[in-house]
C-alpha cells in the first residue's frame, strides 16, 4: 500500500522553473514505478512522466516535455520529483503523482496509487 502527496505546486511566470515532490508512504516505495500525469480544464488527463523502480530508474517523457522536465526519485526519502523548466502556459493544470507496484509506462489506467494533486498555472 502507498499514500501519496504532492506539494510544489504555484502560480509561476512563462519561462520559470518549478520542482513538484511527491512524497510516499508505506513500505513499498522502493518496488514501485512512479509517473506524473496532468490534467487541464476541459482536457483528459495526459502522461508527464515516469520512472522505473529499478536502480538508476530509467525514465520516459512525453514529447511536449522532454528537454525541460526531469523526473528523478530519492529512495532514502520516499519521494518521487519532478523538475519542471522553461514553463509555458500550456503546462498549466492539475499534476498528479502516480505509483505502481507492477507497471512502468505511459497509460493512466495501470496505475494503482493516485495523490491527490497539486496545481500549476503558468500566465503572464
Known amino acids: 500500500q502507498l499514500h501519496l502527496v504532492e506539494s510544489g505546486g504555484g502560480r509561476v511566470q512563462p519561462g520559470t522553473s518549478l520542482t513538484l515532490s511527491c512524497a510516499a508512504s508505506?513500505?513499498?516505495?522502493?518496488?514501485?514505478?512512479f509517473g506524473w500525469f496532468r490534467q487541464a480544464p476541459g482536457k483528459e488527463r495526459e502522461f508527464v512522466a515516469s520512472?522505473?523502480?529499478?536502480?538508476?530508474?530509467?525514465?520516459l517523457y512525453a514529447d511536449s516535455v522532454k528537454g525541460r522536465f526531469t523526473i528523478s526519485r530519492d529512495n532514502a526519502k520516499n519521494t518521487a520529483y519532478l523538475q519542471m523548466n522553461n514553463l509555458q502556459p500550456e503546462d498549466s493544470g492539475v499534476y498528479y503523482c502516480?505509483?505502481?507496484?507492477?507497471?512502468?509506462?505511459?497509460?493512466?489506467?495501470?496505475?494503482?496509487?493516485w495523490g491527490q494533486g497539486t496545481q500549476v498555472t503558468v500566465s503572464s
Open positions: 502516480a505509483a505502481d507496484h507492477f507497471v512502468y509506462g505511459l497509460v493512466a489506467d495501470q496505475y494503482e496509487y
Open positions: 508505506g513500505s513499498d516505495f522502493f518496488t514501485s514505478h
Open positions: 520512472i522505473s523502480r529499478r536502480s538508476g530508474g530509467s525514465t
